[in-house]
């Protein structure tokens, strides 16, 4: 890393709060609808509705998880402020520049500056390639000559994340799924990008190596002053790496807010329910009365046919008339949280 590097670095501790921070990255409206079509003549005949319509924002230097049950259209979020995927409708800004409908040509240099990290590092990697190739796969698609040569480059990038130099001229079989990520993560990191968007980094992998791979997350974020978009489901690692939370239902992000307030306090319904179902190790902190399971009745409607107002009124006890009639707007409370409900839990005087 170089020196103008360290100083930026130094310069975005993860300690920062969130609010005096410039977003990086602003989401307006975003959607994705993907066709269906029937018929001999292949029309339309419908829509999944993966993501319809969210706003979020993340600054410079933060970490922000998303968290949500399967399908709720998290990993295709993901793919879209990556611009791996077309937007059907909305805005993608980064660094104040709109990169929702850029071409491939125009996308080319931000590529530099966003990259992904897959879930799966067992098929996201070719098994015909070896590490030194794919690690250094960027260098060569983005014409970059690193100083030092392309394999000193790679052999740098495979040491910071926790391989040996030695490693280079091995092939993806001859790795665990750790080390297999780790070398994902070597890939994404190999021309500085300012920002990196994990797609449930460790979700795929044996629970005694998820502490590891998340703890090299956090050393290069304060090395390089990264900023995090990370997906996932598990609730703790989303607690342990995000400075803030945004929880997503049915392709609708229904509550944002900073990690501690969310995890100690959550004011949405379906977060509230979410957080009843993390499971409480300690026999003592169970019977001094821990927060009481919700256990929510029915499936999750379909992304086809969402109903109508809000989305998670069908399995809400909170649900009224209003609800079906009115989509509530994300709104901030006077807690700081961002929910998207008529009817918030704790909500005398947060209007």
């Known amino acids: 890393m170089t020196d103008t590097q360290a ?10 709060p969130a609010d005096v921070r410039e977003p ?23 829509a999944v509705r993966a993501v319809d319509g969210i706003d ?3 600054n410079a230097g933060e970490t922000l998880g998303v968290v949500g049950e399967s399908g709720c259209g998290k990993s295709t ?19 104040g520049t709109d990169i929702t409908h850029l071409g491939v040509g125009a996308m080319r240099p931000l590529r530099r500056d966003i990259q992904m990290i897959f879930q799966d590092p067992y098929s996201s990697l070719n098994p015909r390639h070896t590490v030194g190739t794919i690690v250094g796969a960027p260098f060569k698609l983005q014409d970059a000559v690193p100083e030092g040569g392309l394999k000193k480059a790679v052999q740098d990038l495979l040491e910071l994340c926790g391989l040996s130099p030695e490693h280079y001229n ?42 590891q791979v998340v703890n090299l997350l956090d050393d290069l974020q304060r090395e390089l002053g990264l900023t995090y978009l990370i997906i996932a489901h598990d609730l703790s690692v989303v607690r342990h790496v995000s400075d803030r939370v945004a929880v997503m239902y049915l392709g609708k992000v229904v509550e944002i807010a900073d990690r501690d307030s969310l995890y100690s306090g959550p004011m949405h319904p379906y977060t509230n329910a979410l957080m009843s179902a993390v499971p409480v190790p300690d026999p003592r902190r169970r019977q001094q009365g821990g927060r009481e399971r919700i256990l929510l009745k029915g499936d999750v409607p379909s992304p086809i046919n969402p109903p109508s107002g809000c989305r998670f009124r069908t399995r809400c006890w909170k649900a009224q008339d209003v609800c079906a009639a009115q989509e509530p707007p994300l709104a901030t409370l006077k807690t700081g949280h961002q929910v998207a409900c008529h009817f918030p839990e704790r909500s005398e005087g947060n209007e």
């Open 77 to 95: 979020m993901g793919r879209l402020v990556t611009r791996l995927d077309e937007p059907t409708g909305g805005k993608i800004e980064f660094e």
């Open 56 to 58: 979020f924002t993340v």
């Open 7 to 16: 100083t930026e670095a130094a310069a975005i501790p993860s300690s920062t």
């Open 170 to 211: 091995r092939y993806p079989h001859e790795f665990s799924g750790g080390q297999r990520q780790r070398i994902g993560i070597a890939r994404a990191l190999a021309l500085r990008p300012k920002m990196i968007v994990a797609d449930e980094p460790v979700s795929a992998l044996d629970v005694s190596i998820q502490a």
């Open 24 to 46: 990086l990255l602003k989401v307006t409206g975003l959607t994705r609808h993907f066709p269906i079509k029937g018929g001999l003549l292949r029309r339309q005949t419908g």
